[in-house]
């Protein structure tokens, strides 16, 4: 038997003790209340006290239980009760020192798997684990970028607007090139780009210019 149906049984005897007959009527709520238990803990154990010889009982809803405690000895016995009050606050302090026990283990075991948790995401988050969430951090503004650029020798005004489709595309792309590569250096590949964007706005200008000039003649009347 456990600890718990050995305090329920102490109980149980102390009551006979206290009424002076082994015939008695308590409720399940009365015993949880005084005990400290719950009221399933109180029923499970009464029926293992039952089970074992030790008790009889009888229920009915709605009213306290009929107990009768099974001895082989008369309840007058001197100091008895005495004895079992004292074995049963024994028991009741060994019980709560299980339970502080079992109370700093579970704190003890969730601190360490927070601090495990913790870490692990701590490893995650790291630029040596998580590439893109330190590109994240580097990723410069639309005015950053367009403010270095214009740094640049071979800056031109007429770049502006390819420039700006240009970090789009970047943006869009989560920032990586072409080949699906994290742009690391936003501005070396800047610098990389510029001749590239530069043609196409003269490929631009030159495609513009070469428009032919089609004069409209007049209709010919028949």
Do not use: H
Request: charged share 30%; proline share 4%; hydrophobic share 30%.
């Amino acid at each position: 038997m456990g600890s718990s149906a050995i305090l329920i049984y102490l109980y149980l005897l102390k009551e006979a003790f206290n009424r002076n007959n082994a015939r008695f009527s308590i409720s399940d709520v009365q015993i949880s209340k005084n005990l400290n238990l719950t009221k399933k803990t109180v029923k499970v154990n009464k029926d293992i006290l039952f089970n074992n010889g030790l008790i009889d009982y009888k229920t009915r809803n709605g009213v306290p239980c009929n107990y009768q405690i099974i001895t082989d000895y008369p309840l007058e016995t001197d100091n008895s009760n005495q004895k079992i009050e004292k074995k049963i606050a024994v028991i009741q302090d060994v019980k709560k020192q299980d339970i502080v026990k079992k109370q700093s283990k579970n704190i003890e075991k969730n601190s360490k798997e927070d601090s495990e948790q913790n870490s692990e995401n701590l490893s995650k988050d790291s630029p040596q684990n998580n590439p893109q969430k330190a590109l994240n951090k580097d990723i410069p503004t639309l005015e950053e970028f367009l403010k270095f650029a214009k740094t640049l020798n071979s800056y031109d005004d007429s770049l502006v607007e390819n420039l700006e489709l240009k970090y789009e595309e970047w943006t869009e792309k989560g920032w990586k090139n072409n080949f699906g590569r994290p742009i690391t250096d936003w501005k070396s590949a800047i610098k990389n780009t510029m001749p590239y964007l530069k043609n196409r706005s003269n490929t631009n200008i030159d495609s513009i210019q070469s428009i032919p000039n089609i004069r409209r003649t007049g209709i010919e009347k028949v």
